[in-house]
């Protein structure tokens, strides 16, 4: 093998390698979130979409070169060769083996690197939307705790109303505005959290569909690979 294509294939299995951690089940998105966020990553993640697309280039060279070279060496004309020189037949599927393998390896290395990035940026999503889902919750348990108190103060101070003076009709009118503000702030907490619940469903839907559509590219890609495999296997018996 090459050394362009040993680099090809080694980063083949980097990518088999990041999607079996990022699949594991006992590695939460918040981890992740953590790992994403860090120094090493935030500086490389800086030029990521520089990155990402120099990556897809040169992915895409390799697999047109590895299209053209199983083209090559599957074309009739080497059946010509082959009568003149049987000896050839060895060296002409030799090179017909290595360019159906390069064609392999370059194009699951091109599909991983799409489906790593949009897996990253799924969990990076769903990550965010857990942390503001359990921030929405302690806020709402907060302010339910606080209006719960002011209105066992307000309670309190009712039943003592009728023997307190002004000064502490006062107090309780600044006790009644406290709880209306609590009140408000309690809606609000309850708005923020069916908003986050309602992202955190239609995020959980749209990971469902990009799952779909990944077994619907694994089973476009086995169907090309048999029609490949028929379409060689009648050549050679042309």
């Not at 290395?109 to 965010?128: D, E, H």
Request: hydrophobic content about 45%; overall charge positive.
């Amino acid at each position: 093998m090459s050394l362009q294509w040993t680099f090809v294939a080694c980063f083949l299995y980097a990518e088999i390698c990041a999607l079996i951690f990022l699949l594991l089940p006992f590695i939460s998105p918040g981890r992740w979130q953590k790992i994403f966020k860090s120094r090493i990553v935030n500086r490389i993640a800086q030029n990521g979409h520089v990155y990402f697309l120099v990556f897809i280039a040169i992915l895409t060279l390799f697999f047109l070169d590895a299209i053209r070279e199983v083209r090559k060496y599957s074309l009739s004309e080497h059946e010509l060769e082959l009568a003149s020189n049987p000896s050839a037949d060895t060296v002409i599927h030799m090179k017909l083996f290595r360019g159906q393998r390069n064609f392999y390896i370059s194009g699951f290395a091109l599909f991983l690197w799409f489906v790593i990035r949009r897996l990253a940026v799924l969990t990076s999503i769903q990550a965010t939307l857990i942390a503001a889902n359990e921030a929405s919750m302690k806020q709402a348990k907060s302010a339910s705790d606080a209006a719960k108190r002011l209105m066992d103060e307000r309670d309190k101070v009712k039943k003592e109303g009728d023997d307190k003076d002004e000064s502490e009709k006062a107090t309780s009118d600044e006790v009644t505005n406290k709880l209306n503000a609590a009140k408000q702030e309690l809606q609000k907490t309850r708005e923020d959290l069916r908003k986050a619940q309602l992202d955190m469903d239609a995020m959980r839907k749209q990971a469902e569909s990009i799952n779909r559509e990944y077994d619907r590219l694994l089973k476009e890609h086995a169907q090309l690979q048999a029609k490949l495999e028929m379409s060689e296997d009648g050549k050679k018996d042309d």
